[in-house]
Nanobody, 126 residues
Framework: QVQLEESGGGSVQAGGSLRLSCIAP???????MGWFRQAPGKQREGVAS?????????RYADDVKGRFTIDKDNAKNTLYLEMNSLRPEDTAMYYC???????????????????WGQGTQVTVSS
């Protein structure tokens, strides 16, 4: 059983930065892990995904490329999302998630993930 706990959300002005953390003490060996977000009235969408055992294998959503960085510290069982140059449209609840099985290709498809945290709110004001 994988239990996930996000932290690090908050309120910032446009152009600011935040760093989200997700502790995943359960087994995530060779799994894809990802960050997703859901704004009010919108569907949940993928932000970034990483291969737990090959941190160089990463996928980003187009609108966060160059601004967000996903990383994982396996010694601490912690997934991170460094968010820079934040925009008001980045405002959402952010979730970390684990996709069961071997991570053949980092995925941003919501339905492929079955373990979710409770989320952490990110609010960006203009």
């Amino acid at each position: 059983q994988v239990q996930l706990e996000e932290s690090g959300g908050g309120s910032v002005q446009a152009g600011g930065s935040l760093r989200l953390s997700c502790i995943a003490p359960g087994s995530t060996y060779r799994s894809c892990m990802g960050w997703f977000r859901q704004a009010p009235g919108k569907q949940r969408e993928g932000v970034a995904s990483i291969d737990s055992e090959s941190p160089g294998r990463i996928r980003y959503a187009d609108d966060v490329k160059g601004r967000f960085t996903i990383d994982k510290d396996n010694a601490k069982n912690t997934l991170y999302l460094e968010m820079n140059s934040l925009r008001p449209e980045d405002t959402a609840m952010y979730y970390c998630a684990v996709k069961p099985g071997i991570c053949w290709i980092p995925s941003l498809v919501v339905s492929e993930y079955s373990h979710w945290g409770q989320g952490t709110q990110v609010t960006v004001s203009s």
